[in-house]
């Protein structure tokens, strides 16, 4: 078990620091960065001027280093559009964006894992087919499209929940539903991939031959086998809330940090795009890093060692 | 004589409209064991499921009576068959590891299969399982049953199989190659298991197998299935002594035995079990069988009594004794 967990945070220490490294080149790579730092149009001097403030006339490596250290310390520069530090703006916006995927991942799990379970059980029988039909309409309704179709019915016409912004819990639950349906499809259909693969294993049939009543074996024995690959599937999908999150925070106004990147790469705020390829990426490798964590939890062959 | 725990009497099973078991007949008394044999393929294992009621969905029930102690399950609908499993009737597989839930201790795993049936506290069943550890010769019952699936060797989990099958005392264990996947050695200590548990409970025992070896060493009588059907049933001594199906007779000269130089090449049954689609009118082993004449491949030949308890179905029953001189 502690040589899983050391390799495991090794891993995720060096994921970390492969995506900072990427972030500090790419930045590079893509041209002289203090033409992206200064507004347009600005004069030679200022240009050089910024050069000299930002430490861009030092060596690479030096500039390397002292970019690794400022991440340490949660420096990621100052916005030249906004003049406050580049960490401050996101710290602003990320509860925002924490509350919404983790609001659509409730939404997602809630509903996806349970209509998994039930098409897996019921497999081939007449009531698949309505759930079948909601997580085909989940997978193929593009989100920008089902959250203008909610905001016509629930905010314009019926006028039970506000059409964007943030005003009172209410306010999550559109943005919520629009971005965790895609998640939902995916985790329903993994959800009973998964649950008829274990159905189908021999302790299935064992647990019933010992007089278990199946809805018994399922609950005690095969959602536990089945929630192996799931896990894997939500780590997985949380990436793809985040990416959703871009699009779902600008149809309904929601303050994140996904509104906050189309804002600052339209302003050309190169650091504050920074900032947020860097959290999104950490994110990413913590959700990775608490996946391998819940497979100890779940399976003894990780948490015991398989000889 | 008592009735029977087990009758089963002209079983059916279908798959699609072909018939994979048609027709099957056997019983099993308190206390005996007794073989189902043939090659595989040839309905054994879905005919012992068919006994709990665990038939695949592809696989149908249709036709004949199932009887436990006189109560026909084949007529009982599948919601009061788990009352059944486990209580009345177990049966283990031939798979021991994979027949356990890889995430859950064994100790669970066996107690849960007496608090299915009765209502006892977790730890009463945990003691109950560590008992049934004792009983059936397992040291140091406290940390196998804390250990998992992964942690045992497959004869330890055939073990902890016959465990959760005989914890709530069934009258009739169906053992489905119980040791096919076993070596050699644990093989014949699990059989040895079976037997001695056999003899202490008077349990009904149907053991399947492929293994005229295993038959030899532990059946009091022998069903001799061939594509789905009864070629041969009798005591396990009168089969062994007097073969009256070709079949059985192969069968027989195929048991590798002490003396035979290891390099010299067993009696073996040339070609396979024909698939259930392709059955005729006439005997199904009529492809295979060194006796078959003209009328075995247009009519079936009936079972038919040589003795008392010894059946066979073969139009030439009085000609297998040369057939086993020359094999
Ligand atoms: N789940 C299933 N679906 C379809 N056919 C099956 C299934 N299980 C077994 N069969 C077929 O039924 C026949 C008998 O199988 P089985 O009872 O497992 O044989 P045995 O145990 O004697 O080896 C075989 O031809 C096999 O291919
Ligand atoms: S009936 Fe004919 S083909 Fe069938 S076993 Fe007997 S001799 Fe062989
Ligand atoms: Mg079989």
């Known amino acids: ?307 | 004589m008592t009735a029977p725990v087990l009758d089963i009497d002209r079983l059916r099973l279908e798959i699609g409209a072909a018939a994979v078991v048609d027709g099957l007949s056997l019983s099993v008394g308190q206390g005996e064991i007794v073989a189902l044999v043939g090659e595989s393929g040839c309905g054994k294992s879905l005919s012992a499921l068919a006994v709990l009621r665990l038939l695949p969905d592809a696989v149908r029930l249709a036709g004949g009576r199932i009887l436990l102690e006189g109560k026909d399950l084949a007529t009982r609908d599948m919601s009061s068959m788990a009352a059944i499993r486990g209580r009345d009737a177990s049966i283990i597989f031939q798979e021991p590891t994979a027949s356990l839930d890889p995430l859950m201790p064994v100790g669970d795993q066996i107690a849960e299969a007496l608090t299915a049936h009765r209502s006892v506290s977790a730890r009463e069943a945990m003691l109950r399982a560590r008992e049934m550890l004792v009983s059936i010769g397992i040291s140091d019952p406290d940390r196998r049953l804390a250990q998992y699936p992964f942690e045992l060797s497959g004869g330890m989990c055939q073990r902890i199989m016959i465990a959760i099958a005989l914890i709530c005392g069934p009258r009739l264990l169906i053992a489905d190659e119980p040791t096919t996947a076993l070596d050699v050695t644990i093989q014949a200590q699990i059989l040895h298991l079976i037997r001695q548990l056999v003899a202490e409970r008077g349990t009904a025992v149907l053991l399947i197998t492929h293994d005229m070896g295993v038959v030899a060493d532990i059946a009091d009588r022998v069903v001799v299935m061939y594509a789905g059907r009864v070629a041969e049933t009798a005591t396990a001594e009168e089969l062994f002594r007097a073969p009256r199906h070709p079949y059985t007779a192969l069968l027989l000269a195929s048991i590798p035995r002490a003396g035979i130089k290891p390099k010299s090449r067993l009696a073996t049954i040339e070609g396979t079990v024909p698939p259930p689609s392709s059955h005729g009118s006439g005997c199904r082993f009529a492809s295979r069988c060194p006796l078959a004449e003209d009328r075995c491949r247009i009519e079936s030949p009936p079972l038919v009594d040589h003795a008392p308890g010894h059946q066979a179905a073969c139009w030439r029953s009085g000609q297998v004794a040369t057939l086993g001189a020359a094999a």
Not at chain 1, 86 to 102: E, H, M, Q
């Open chain 1, 1 to 307: 078990m502690l040589r899983y967990l050391l390799s495991r945070l090794l891993q995720a220490a060096l994921t970390t620091f492969g995506v900072m490294t990427i972030v500090f080149f790419v930045m590079r790579l893509s041209g002289d960065p203090v033409l992206l730092l200064v507004p347009e149009g600005a004069t030679r001097e200022h240009i050089e001027t910024v050069r000299r403030e930002l430490g861009f006339v030092q060596p690479i490596w030096r500039q390397y280093l002292t970019f690794l250290g400022g991440l340490l310390n949660l420096e990621l520069g100052v916005s030249v559009v906004q003049r406050v530090p580049a960490w401050d703006i996101l710290a602003s916006r990320i509860p925002y964006t924490l509350a919404l995927a983790g609001a659509a991942l409730l939404v997602a799990v809630g509903f996806g894992i349970p209509a998994g379970i039930a098409m897996a059980i019921w497999r081939g029988r007449w009531f698949e087919r309505p759930i079948a039909a909601l997580v085909v309409t989940g997978q193929s309704m593009p989100t920008f499209l089902s959250g203008i179709l909610m905001i016509m019915l629930f905010a314009v016409t019926l006028r039970w929940l506000p059409s964007s912004g943030v005003d009172g819990p209410a306010s999550v639950v559109m943005p919520a539903i629009a971005l965790g349906m895609l998640s939902m499809s995916t985790f329903a259909r993994m959800a009973r991939i998964a649950v008829v693969d274990e159905l189908s294993k021999d302790y299935v049939r064992a647990g019933l031959a010992r007089g278990l009543p199946l809805g018994k074996v399922v609950t005690r024995h095969v959602l536990r086998n089945a929630a192996i690959p799931v896990v894997t599937i939500a780590a997985l999908e949380t990436g793809n809330l985040l990416a959703g999150a871009i699009i779902v925070e600008t149809v309904f106004a929601w303050p994140g940090i996904g509104q906050l990147a189309i804002q600052a790469i339209q302003s050309r705020d190169f650091l504050v795009v920074q900032a947020i390829v860097l959290f999104v990426s950490l994110v990413y490798v913590a959700v990775n890093l608490a996946a391998d964590l819940l497979y100890a939890g779940i399976d003894p062959r990780i948490r015991l060692g398989k000889p």
